[in-house]
């Protein structure tokens, strides 16, 4: 058996089990990714839609524009124990997505050009609107509103 798949497989086991025991716990346990910061649309940049508003409160700071690289992103902790995927399109555009991966809840990795990879199965989604790009998931990220706010993302 080669390693990844001890690492899937491990992965996959270790959901089942913090599901059984704390069902809120599935994501925060299994986490493949170190905790960071996320960031919202930039000033003049767009608002991602969908957004179901429960990421937490409204001017909430998430990170420094300056922490997120342009054409990369950032995984960061919002309120509620959350994990939200800054992507920041441009110097002056950032996107949020939930950090979750909709295929088996995984956390997806840190944006790279134009791509936000799960590392669990290898669903691959757009930057630009979190719709997917490679399966195995069948639906995109949750956008989540923000906006930057002199230095820093913060949710709207």
Do not use: W
């Not at 757009?126 to 490679?134: L, M, Y």
């Amino acid at each position: 058996m080669n390693t990844e798949s001890l690492v899937n497989r491990r992965a996959a086991l270790c959901g089942i089990a913090v599901a059984l025991a704390v069902p809120s716990g599935l994501v925060t346990a299994c986490s493949s990714t170190s905790p960071g910061t996320s960031s919202t649309p930039a000033q003049g940049g767009s608002t991602p839609t969908g957004s179901t508003g429960s990421a937490g409160s409204a001017g909430t700071k998430l990170v420094a524009l300056a922490d997120v690289p342009e054409g990369g992103g950032a995984v960061v902790d919002a309120p509620g124990g959350k994990k939200i995927v800054v992507a920041r399109i441009s110097a002056t555009e950032v996107k949020a997505y939930d950090a979750t991966c909709p295929h088996q809840g995984s956390i997806v990795a840190e944006p790279s050009g134009s791509t936000i990879t799960c590392p669990s199965h290898g669903s691959q989604f757009g930057t630009a609107d979190g719709a997917v790009k490679k399966g195995p998931a069948t639906s995109g990220l949750r956008a989540v509103a923000v906006k930057v706010d002199g230095d820093q993302i913060v949710l709207t």
